[in-house]
């Protein structure tokens, strides 16, 4: 078992620590663990080309918001402050205010997350196309829609384990 609780993002928002069985449960498949931290390191590598480093946090935040789960909005929305993000921008998506997004190619962008997380079937062709009509290249849309996958698989494995958290302090 491998772990560093100081960049595996899962285990210190959940607050997991090898003295929990929650764990130990985790980490039995240890290269599920890496490989969905190796994600998300990926995800936000600032040196990543295409959409910035903003607009992926932004879009995480958004889809935190909506899922919801406050654990990961907090985290994505440090981030952002620590980015330096106007506050503004913070609290319109924070507060899912996407009409107050002037900016067409972030709106677009945070439009396509909302209606992915909220109303998948709206998420179709028409959509989609509305992301290059804003500006974002083949790639960046890619990119767009593994990120809103990769934030909907972290939120999930974040609930459960600390649903498990909390039964394994409750016995």
């Known amino acids: 078992m491998t772990n560093n609780l100081a960049t595996d993002t899962i285990d210190r928002l959940v607050g997991l620590g090898p003295a929990l069985s929650t764990f130990s449960v985790r980490?039995?498949?240890?290269?599920?663990?890496?490989a969905t931290q190796k994600s998300e390191d990926g995800l936000f590598d600032s040196r990543l080309p295409g959409l910035?480093?903003?607009?992926?946090?932004?879009?995480?935040?958004?889809?935190?918001?909506?899922t919801p789960s406050a654990r990961c909005a907090a985290e994505y929305r440090q981030r952002l402050t620590l980015l330096g993000v106007e506050r503004a921008l913070?609290?319109?998506v924070s507060t899912v205010s996407l009409e107050d997004i002037t900016e067409p190619r972030l709106?677009?962008?945070?439009?396509?997350?909302?209606?992915?997380?909220?109303d998948p079937v709206k998420a179709d062709q028409g959509a989609l196309q509305a992301l290059p009509q804003a500006g974002l290249s083949t790639p960046e849309v890619v990119t767009l829609a593994q990120l809103i996958?990769?934030?909907?698989?972290?939120?999930?494995?974040?609930?459960?384990?600390?649903?498990?958290?909390?039964l394994e302090q409750q016995a």
């Open 27 to 34: 980490h039995q498949r240890d290269k599920v663990v890496s």
């Open 52 to 66: 910035t480093l903003a607009e992926r946090l932004l879009v995480a935040l958004l889809a935190c918001q909506l």
């Open 90 to 92: 913070l609290e319109a």
């Open 107 to 118: 709106h677009a962008m945070l439009t396509f997350t909302h209606t992915l997380i909220t």
């Open 149 to 166: 996958a990769f934030v909907s698989y972290q939120v999930r494995v974040v609930a459960g384990l600390n649903a498990m958290k909390l």
